[in-house]
């Protein structure tokens, strides 16, 4: 945690709040954290409660304009408010997408995940926010919809998470993509930073994600489930390339859970996905048929869910519907014979 | 006239002893040595030498196996009973132990100068004790000799075997809390104290006579005592009395930790004014996060075996948690209650109404001179949350990964009641004893607004933790679901019923799935609209392909969230 404070604490830009939220940390982590005495940092204390509800909490704490999140094994470059600062100056947005960088367990560093898809994103963009009831406003937030859901990656205006109200799901490990999508679609101007603005590390002895115990990927179900029904309700649900966005972003998290599941589970965590599928909005089974090229890395992710969609399980989408009107049914008029 | 010599097997060997003759003594000291003595001393680490006194030593069915299992000890025999002192004589005499076993003709009394009476059972005539009816069965009077525990105070034994019915407390108080290292037997009619266990390091096994209970040191590796944690957010008004209720007759070693959760009125201030120099006292202060978020607070600073959490407006009879905590310490139980009674407000003072506890059916038996029940789980799960009559042991609340969660903003007792009621098992309780619970207008659960729906988010935690943990049976759980769901819809603003009624449906579809249709009898679907079945039977064929299993635990609908259902019906009202 010392060299995600430190990355903090030296940052060129100086006019910032630091919330540290204390999760019910250990002795000696929060010995670490007392030894920083600088006036910028405000603590905040809560037994245990998870992730989602130590940033909900620093959510409400928040005084700022504009808010973005660091967990404390992460860190950032010496420029990255600095750079934040200039677009929020520039451009007025209310959600920036940011890239960053990714040191793997060995140590090697390489570009974050998602590079492509903000490749694709700066280009479509072409150095403006993008701004609703424009051309090519669905398609960016498509884009953004496909980066990498990573609460290091944006930057928010405070604001848009009151209105209505939006913060991650508490209780949930997979909080990132509910809250990214969300975000996306309530951000009214989106734009990009060009510049990395985090390193994510990935840490072989601790207990991250990756190595978290089967049930804890279960969660991922929930989060499914919750971010589909809140998304429905949104005009980004009628269009095609968002609602393709948002179910291969889904795909590629919940195929990645079920593979890491022993495979006593595995049964079960399709099971209640197929539950997921047939409780969530029709529309959501429609994938777009062209998607653009950076779609493409995403295939065995949409084969994947093609072939989940085709499950025998799932009810058939004109009897789950609510706005089809059934077809009449006539009594059968004699009895069909068995074999 | 001396009978057939009887053998008795402890501490590792065999030992021929004559008996009196009588069988029940005989029977009963194969008894004690199988059940008390021998699971003690297996266990214990005894010095190579020392000196034991064996108090109502009887023919010497503890004193003879002891002493040739410790051969480095000296022990004083004292028995005042005729034919149990021949018998003990001779079974010294005949294995040689004269030189390191002597034997007394005394009882020990409290008060006793040269003789002293003790009963003599009718049922059982080598049953003497105090006068303790409901034992003995009645009896006679006999005067027999006898000292003042002080006298066996200076014997300053290293290992007291106990067995003086009805007088254990009365002589252990003359030790004033310097016990010997070692204190073994049995308590009859008043437990004593826990508090004579002092600071002194004393392995003690000393059981409840009829009971699983008895006389030990705090559990876990937290030091003994109790903490209190008392929420407080603009409580001025009431503080000072509840603080001063809860030091009356209180446990010498308990603390009280105020938690001001950012109060802006006068209240921190009173505190410190009234109570401020008090060592057993301590005012935290923390930016306001809320009720659960307060207590957590407390808990995370304080460390005592044992926790009770107090609001702020309310108080307790005197002696409240030192009875309590009496209960905790000789159960060793999770969690143990004590009744409570809701009060009002008046111009002519306080308007106490009666308690609605209703455990009449629940079989009591004394504890010295109060009557105790053991509460089953599922009372407490299925009961109305009173988180706050209880003590809880603090290593049950950490191994369990229980805490008050934080972003519920209201009712957050409901979830600690179930987790805490489930976990513990069987509470011990007892119902003359008091907290006294403030009714007024303003409180949470007259509302009616979104906060009903933390309800719905807290069972779906409930069931969830309950798949994860293996529970036993969660029809409790699910009779628990539908009391609340009753009770807020009744209590609910009208335009928020249908959501909560959906999200009710979900959640209990879910608990369908995961049970099977066997849960079905502990749901009441009956105290609610007609709307609720209707939806849950809509989800239900939605799902029905994909028949029962643990997974539905997982799943989750926005209307099981307070912020995700505001952020909804605000999108809703926008289109």
């Not at chain 1, 929020?88 to 590079?115: I, K, M, T, W």
């Not at chain 2, 006389?215 to 603080?243: F, K, W």
């Not at chain 2, 997974?551 to 209307?559: K, M």
């Not at chain 2, 969230?561 to 809703?572: E, K, N, Q, S």
Request: charged residues 25%.
């Amino acid at each position: 945690m010392g060299e995600s404070l430190d990355s903090l604490l030296g940052q060129t830009l100086e006019d910032f709040e630091l919330i540290l939220v204390d999760d019910g940390a250990d002795e000696a982590t929060r010995a670490v954290a007392a030894g920083y005495r600088d006036a910028r940092i405000r603590r905040i204390r809560q037994a245990n409660g998870g992730l989602s509800a130590a940033r909900n909490r620093g959510i409400s704490a928040a005084r700022g304009d504009y808010l973005c999140f660091l967990d404390a094994d992460d860190t950032r470059p010496p420029w990255a408010l600095e750079c934040l600062d200039r677009i929020v100056r520039e451009d007025a947005p209310d959600l920036v997408l940011c890239r960053g960088h990714l040191s793997e367990e060995n140590g090697q560093l390489q570009p974050f995940y998602d590079r492509a898809v903000l490749d694709a994103l700066e280009e479509h963009l072409d150095g403006r926010p993008a701004v609703p009831d424009t051309p090519g406003f669905r398609t960016a937030q498509a884009l953004a919809l496909l980066a990498e859901p990573q609460s290091a990656n944006k930057l928010i205006r405070r604001k848009i998470l009151s209105d209505p109200p939006l913060g991650f799901p508490p209780g949930q490990i997979f909080e990132d993509l509910y809250f990214h999508a969300l975000a996306v679609a309530q951000a009214r101007r989106i734009a990009l930073c060009p510049h990395p603005v985090f390193t994510y590390y990935r840490r072989p002895a601790r207990s991250q994600l990756t190595t978290a115990r089967d049930m804890t990927r279960f969660d991922m179900l929930a989060v499914a489930r919750l971010l589909l029904s809140r998304f429905s309700a949104l005009p980004e649900a009628d269009d095609p390339l968002c609602r393709t966005a948002l179910m291969l972003s889904l795909a590629k998290l919940l195929r990645w859970c079920e593979e890491m599941l022993s495979h006593a589970h595995r049964a079960a965590f399709r099971t209640g996905l197929i539950a997921v599928l047939a409780l969530a909005d029709p529309r959501f089974r429609q994938l777009a048929r062209i998607t653009p090229p950076v779609f493409e890395p995403f295939a065995p992710h949409r084969d994947w869910l093609e072939a989940c969609l085709a499950d025998t399980r799932l009810p058939a989408a004109r009897e789950v519907s609510p706005n089809v009107i059934r077809p009449l049914r006539l009594p059968r008029l004699w009895p069909q014979r068995r074999a | 006239m001396s009978s057939a010599p009887s053998v008795f097997r402890a501490f590792g060997r065999s030992v021929a002893l004559e008996t009196t003759g009588d069988a029940f003594l005989r029977d009963d000291s194969h008894w004690r040595l199988r059940e008390i003595y021998e699971p003690a001393l297996a266990r214990w680490r005894l010095p190579k030498t020392g000196h034991a006194v064996d108090l109502g030593a009887g023919f010497g069915a503890f004193a003879l196996p002891f002493a040739l299992a410790w051969p480095g000890w000296r022990v004083t025999c004292l028995e005042p009973d005729p034919k149990a002192f021949e018998a003990l004589e001779r079974n010294i005499a005949e294995h040689g132990l004269g030189a390191r076993i002597e034997a007394q003709q005394i009882a020990i009394v409290p008060g006793a100068r040269g003789k002293a009476p003790l009963i003599r059972s009718r049922k059982r005539p080598a049953f003497l004790s105090a006068d303790v009816a409901h034992w003995q069965g009645g009896g006679l009077a006999e005067p027999l000799p006898a000292k003042p525990p002080e006298w066996l105070v200076d014997l300053s034994a290293d290992l007291l075997k106990l067995t003086a019915p009805g007088h254990e407390a009365a002589i252990l108080e003359a030790f004033a809390e310097q016990l010997p290292p070692f204190l073994l037997g049995e308590s009859w009619a008043e437990p004593p104290p826990s508090r004579l266990l002092g600071t002194r390091q004393t392995s003690v096994y000393l059981p409840f006579a009829g009971s699983p209970w008895r006389l030990r040191r705090d559990p876990g590796e937290a030091h003994a005592g109790l903490d209190v944690v008392v929420a407080m957010y603009n409580s001025q008004e009431t503080i000072e009395d509840c603080l001063g209720s809860l030091l009356q007759d209180a446990p010498p070693d308990q603390h009280i930790w105020v938690v001001n959760d950012g109060s802006t009125d006068d209240s921190p201030a009173r505190v410190l004014d009234r109570f401020g120099d008090l060592p057993g006292l301590t005012l935290l202060d923390k930016p306001n996060g809320g009720c659960a978020s307060a207590r957590n607070w407390g808990r995370m600073h304080s460390g005592a075996a044992h926790i009770a959490f107090v609001d702020a407006d309310d108080a307790v009879e005197p002696g409240f948690y030192a009875g309590l905590l009496e209960l905790a310490r000789y159960s060793g139980q999770g969690a143990v209650q004590g009744g409570f009674r809701p009060f009002r407000d008046t111009p002519e003072g306080r308007r106490h109404e009666r308690s609605p506890d209703a455990f009449d059916h629940l079989p009591r038996r004394q504890f010295g001179a109060v009557e105790v029940f053991d509460l089953p789980w599922p009372e407490v799960v299925t009961g109305q949350p009173t988180i706050w009559r209880r003590i809880y042991r603090r290593d049950m609340l950490d191994a369990r990964n229980i805490w008050f969660p934080e972003h519920i903003r209201a009712f957050d007792d409901q979830i600690f009641q179930i987790l805490t009621g489930y976990h513990a098992g069987l509470i011990p309780a007892r119902d003359g004893l008091h907290y006294l619970y403030r009714q007024h207008a303003g409180q949470d659960i007259r509302q009616g607004d979104e906060r009903a729906f933390y309800s719905l988010e807290m069972y779906r935690m409930v069931l969830r933790r309950a798949v994860q943990e293996g529970w036993s049976d969660f029809g409790p759980v699910a009779t628990s679901f539908f009391s609340t769901l009753k009770w807020s819809h009744d209590g609910l603003r009208e335009d928020l019923r249908a959501d909560f009624l959906r999200g009710a449906a979900e959640l209990w579809t879910y608990m369908r799935h995961v049970w099977g249709p066997g849960i079905e009898s502990a749901a009441r679907p009956q105290l609610l609209p007609e709307s609720f079945a209707r939806e849950a039977a809509r989800l239900d064929k939605r799902l029905h392909a994909l028949g029962d299993g643990y997974v539905f635990a997982f799943l989750d609908g926005p209307s099981l969230h307070v912020d995700m259902l505001r952020a909804d019906r605000a999108i809703r009202e926008r289109a």
